[in-house]
């Protein structure tokens, strides 16, 4: 029976690797529910009487230590592979949301921001860069799409997520408690994607594909490890194109709810709902324009996805109707998505992918940054304008606009990679 597999296997080396694509989703899934954080904004202020600042602040610390995870698991799973980083991670996470559920009083903000914050962001970063850079691996003749797709389930986690929240809170006495049955959601959802998990043979290939060498989305010459591409000016450049993209689009994903009620005079039911609904757009986002990356090119999708937020930071605070605010937020959770549907191909393009758990794993940084600044930015400036959208908005706008400048003059540090018979697609892409 095992000679009879290792046949078929060599035959089609390719087998069973759509089935991780869907284990990578539901680890995903679970992952994204963080994006579901502005439903409980208004609750947990009712009851425990924090300020806009407090309450966003474990889901600002939960995005700002995504990167200690990122980096300690991407190392870790270039060395031993993706199945026990996504297992780890995965738990860490859910028992930081499960820990949250312990919060009952007002002076507890620390133990809500100890698990949800900072347990649950550095679970959530190993566990969200193993499929990533795993599948990048599986599938170098989809490298937009499949990366694309790998994260949509992170993306498509608040669309579950947000009616189920709203439900648990609506019959929950103390809002905490819904993080118990959420955190075991997630640790079930996360043990069964994660076991599957796992690398490529090193000398894996998909039969009949050839690299192209020409395009507007081609792999560079050469694999870099982490201190090779930190040498290179690249890989800043497309770190700062990420946190740029990143902050401007997660402090909205972070006011959603709350700017749905201020800004379209909609009831906290309808804000929840249409927070569900933007999920929809974070996650199709991600696929859409990391398959229009493959087509246009990496950096004009990112120039193309910048505008976009830019135009529609500007009209938001002027939609006054539902509709009008939902199709510029819908508009604004595209791209946000599409830029963390895009840059995992990207870095696989600039630097190879026989490091990308560490390259892209520390790159992830940039996700820190924006998670953090962006929210709390947004959060003072609506704070000291007299609880008005207007001049936050307005400066996400501008900020998204500047960030433009960055792809346009952003580079590949090497020459596109010529094919070689016998070459190994994992060392050179």
Not at 16 to 28: D, E, N, P, T
Not at 195 to 202: E, G, K
Request: aromatic share 10%; glycine share 12%; charged share 10%.
């Amino acid at each position: 029976m095992t000679a009879a597999r290792t046949v078929r296997d060599t035959k089609n080396p390719t087998r069973g690797r759509w089935g991780l694509v869907i284990a990578a989703v539901l680890v995903q899934l679970a992952l994204g529910a963080v994006y579901a954080w502005s439903v409980f904004n208004r609750p947990l202020q009712d009851e425990f009487h924090w300020s806009k600042a407090q309450v966003v602040l474990p889901f600002e610390v939960a995005v700002g230590t995504i990167f200690i995870g990122s980096i300690i698991g991407g190392r870790i799973q270039d060395r031993l592979g993706p199945r026990p980083v996504a297992l780890g991670g995965g738990v860490l996470y859910a028992l930081g949301v499960m820990l949250a559920s312990l919060v009952s009083s007002r002076d507890q903000l620390w133990l809500l921001v100890l698990g949800y914050g900072v347990l649950g962001g550095i679970g959530m970063g190993a566990a969200y860069i193993t499929p990533i850079a795993m599948l990048a691996k599986w599938f170098p003749d989809k490298r937009g799409l499949i990366t694309g797709i790998a994260v949509a389930g992170f993306g498509f986690g608040a669309v579950i997520t947000a009616p189920v929240a709203k439900w648990l809170l609506a019959n929950f006495p103390r809002k905490t408690e819904v993080f118990l049955p959420l955190g075991l959601a997630y640790l079930l959802a996360v043990l069964l994607g994660a076991s599957f998990f796992r690398d490529p043979p090193r000398d894996y290939r998909v039969p009949g594909f050839v690299p192209p060498t020409t395009g507007r989305a081609v792999a560079g010459v050469r694999a870099y490890t982490l201190h090779e591409a930190l040498r290179t000016p690249q890989w800043y450049e497309l770190t700062a194109i990420l946190a740029l993209s990143v902050a401007c689009g997660i402090a909205f994903i972070s006011q959603a709810a709350d700017a749905a009620q201020s800004i379209a005079h909609v009831g906290a039911g309808t804000a929840a709902t249409l927070v569900g609904l933007l999920g929809l757009f974070n996650a199709g986002g991600r696929i859409f324009w990391a398959w229009l990356s493959d087509r246009i090119g990496r950096m004009t999708a990112f120039v193309d996805m910048l505008v976009l937020q830019a135009l529609c930071f500007l009209a938001l605070p002027h939609a006054r109707s539902l509709i009008l605010f939902t199709v510029l937020g819908a508009l604004v959770y595209l791209a946000y998505g599409g830029a963390f549907g895009t840059m995992p191909a990207t870095a696989a393009d600039y630097f190879g992918t026989s490091h990308a758990g560490a390259v892209y794993g520390a790159m992830i940084v940039a996700w820190s940054i924006g998670g953090v600044v962006g929210p709390t930015v947004t959060a003072l400036l609506y704070e000291r304008s007299g609880h008005s959208y207007t001049l936050p908005f307005t400066v996400l706008g501008i900020v998204a606009l500047v960030a433009v400048a960055l792809p346009v003059v952003t580079r590949m540090p090497s020459e596109p990679a010529p094919y070689r018979t016998g070459a190994t697609p994992i060392a050179r892409h």
